[in-house]
Structure formats: structure tokens, C-alpha cells
């Protein structure tokens, strides 16, 4: 079972117009997540370290990150 975290962050602390859906994972899921992320089609940066993944993907605003995580559980499921 794949176990994420996944939350909306509206701006960080670098740029007020930074938006992207954070996902934080242990390290072991880094494959299965990368695979989810290709199969809905979006891009990510990766940040990882000896227990734990982050992904940083990218989002316009609310609704973006509303559609990408209908994406992300549709595609969670068929795992």
C-alpha cells in the first residue's frame, strides 16, 4: 500500500507565486510515485533524503491542484 502525504501549498517563502502540491512519502515509494505522477502527466522536482521522498509538483492555483489530485487518487487506485 502506498502511503503519501499530499498538501496544497499556495506560496512559499522564496516567491508569492509559487503554488505546488507537496507530496511526502518514505523512500521506499519514490518508484511507485514517480510512476503515478508520469501516468497523469505531470512534472515534478524531487527532494530526498535517507527516510523520506518529497515530490514538488507544480500547480496554477485551487482548482489545478483540485484536478491533480482527482488524478492522483484515480490513478492510486489502480495500482
Not at 21 to 33: D, F, K, L, Q, S
Not at 48 to 76: G, L, N, P, R, T
Amino acid at each position: 500500500m502506498l502511503r503519501a502525504r499530499v498538501k496544497y501549498i499556495g506560496c512559499s517563502g522564496y516567491r508569492n507565486d509559487d503554488r505546488y502540491a507537496e507530496i511526502r512519502t518514505p523512500i521506499e515509494n519514490i518508484y511507485t510515485v514517480s510512476v503515478i505522477l508520469s501516468d497523469i502527466g505531470y512534472s515534478y522536482d524531487l527532494f530526498e533524503d535517507y527516510e523520506e521522498a518529497v515530490f514538488m509538483v507544480a500547480v496554477d492555483d485551487m482548482s489545478d491542484y483540485k484536478m491533480f489530485m482527482k488524478a492522483w487518487k484515480e490513478s492510486k487506485r489502480t495500482l
